[in-house]
């Protein structure tokens, strides 16, 4: 079946580094890509998101790339901030239900 | 503004009880979701509705029931509670312009002792 597999976290950085968080997924056909945010004590919030191979979803600095020749949907930020710190999930779907990652918590410290 | 609320934010229950988690949405969405977040899983869908009077399950639907009556509310029941699911639970909404972008609640915190 379709699932999704994200890089183990804690990401710990400081700030203005350079993030790479890595998704790559498996799915029949030709499903949409997601990135969702989890701040501390809130629910999920689209990041981004890309719906064909080569389209690029950005929003707020982050940046991911539908790559389909890889399988993959990096997430990157040139230099991340404090207020960055959260849970990261990518997901995927084909139809209107989601297959999610376990989720990557990333740490910036000051 | 539209949103989408839970109710309780956080209850503690005891082993063989039943509980209903509540959630509802102002956006006039067709789909609503219900999933449960657990460390080193990330989220797992238990049902969902693509409509009122349509429900489904998801993967770990065991222990679990839904009913949609209207197209704001999706309650979630737990039949008897069990230690296992003690979990933080999140209902979702989507079904606008963009068909996929689901919309999240802020999440429930489910105690089972």
């Known amino acids: 079946g379709d699932s999704v597999t994200q890089m183990e976290g804690p990401v710990t950085l400081s700030e203005e580094a350079f993030l790479t968080i890595n998704c790559t997924y498996t799915a029949t056909g030709y499903p949409s890509l997601f990135w969702y945010v989890q701040y501390p004590g809130e629910g999920l919030q689209l990041l981004l998101k890309?719906?064909?191979?080569?389209d690029k979803g950005s929003n707020k600095g982050f940046e991911a790339t539908y790559r389909k020749e890889t399988t993959s949907f990096h997430l990157e930020k040139g230099s991340v901030q404090v207020s960055d710190s959260a849970v990261y999930f990518c997901?995927?779907?084909?139809?209107?239900?989601?297959?999610f990652g376990t989720g990557t918590r990333l740490k910036v410290l000051a | 503004d539209a949103e989408i609320t839970q109710s309780p934010r956080h209850k503690i229950t005891e082993t063989g009880r039943q509980v209903t988690l509540a959630c509802h949405q102002t956006w006039n969405h067709n789909n609503m979701f219900w999933y449960r977040q657990d460390l080193g899983h990330g989220l797992r869908l238990i049902h969902y509705s693509y409509g009122v009077q349509d429900t489904n399950k998801g993967e770990v639907s065991d222990g679990y029931s839904v009913s949609r009556s209207n197209t704001e509310d999706l309650p979630l029941t737990l039949e008897s509670a069990a230690s296992s699911q003690t979990s933080v639970y999140f209902c979702a909404s989507s079904g606008g312009t963009d068909l996929y972008e689901q919309y999240f609640g802020p999440g429930t915190r489910l105690t089972v002792t």
């Open positions: 997901a995927l779907t084909g139809t209107y239900k989601y297959i």
């Open positions: 890309a719906t064909k191979a080569d």
